[in-house]
Each structure stands twice: as structure tokens, then as C-alpha cells.
């Protein structure tokens, strides 16, 4: 004869039975809305993550179940479950990390072409009073021919004119 798996651990699995209920009772988690995260002991976390994607579907499923709710997630982690999720948050560390990186990439590419169309608006305008001003002065307030040269300093200005 083989043991049961009812002989070792009592029939449906009830060792975080009371910790459901406390969630349930005293801060409203509906119980059917628990997260199962289940891994592979045999790899590693990081092996998961290229063959199934498991760090990522694991946020992905988190996020899901928090948004879902509109409460805090509460993680519960029992034996080498431990060692997955703490390389879990250093991965998610890393990802946000990134990510935010990311955006502050894209915002500082965004403002720089928008100083660039600004000032090149601005050059624009003060290119034309001047040109303006030029031809008033030298033309006695005539309408006559006249051209300049015009640059901002600094990065966005260009190259000053050659000096003769």
C-alpha cells in the first residue's frame, strides 16, 4: 500500500484557510479573489522568466488583482516561495527602474524639441525685427533691400557670422 495524499496533508489543503478569512472579515478582501502564484522549484527564477515569462506574468497578475480590488496587495510566501519573491521584487526593482528611466528619456526629448521649435520660433521673430530695424535705419525708413545676419548664443544659436 502507497500513502494517501489525504493521509499527509488532510484532504483540500487548508493551511492558509485562517488567514483567508482574517483578510476577509477585518479588511474586506473578497476570498475569491485570492492569487495563486504557483513556480517551478526546479529552476530558477531567472530560468522561468525566459522560458515562461514568470517574473512578468507574476506582475502582470498582481497589478490585474490589485486594480481588480482597489485594495493593497498583501503577499503571503511560505518556504523557498520566500527566495522567489524577494528575487521577484529585486527583479520588479530593476524593471521599474528602467521603465522610469525610460520616461524621464522620452519627457527630456520632449522638452528639447520643444525648446528647439520654440527658440527657432523665437529666432525667427528676432531674425525678422532686426532685419527689420536694419532696413529702416539704413534706408531711412525706405522700402528698400537689405540683409542680416542673426544668431542666438548659447547651444540652440548657431555659429556666430564671420567677422571681415
Partial sequence: GSLSSELLV???NTVYAWLTQWLADNLGYDVGSIVGLPYDWRLSPDVMEDRDGFLTLTRRRLEAAV???GLPGIMVAHSMGNVIFRYFL??????MREEAYARYVKRAERRAATAVQQSTGTAAAVASAQETTTETSSNGGG????TSSSTLPGWMG???PHKV
Fill in 143 to 146: 522700402s528698400g533691400s537689405s
Fill in 158 to 160: 548657431g555659429v556666430p
Fill in 10 to 12: 488532510g484532504g483540500t
Fill in 67 to 69: 486594480k481588480s480590488n
Fill in 90 to 95: 529585486e527583479w520588479l526593482r530593476n524593471e
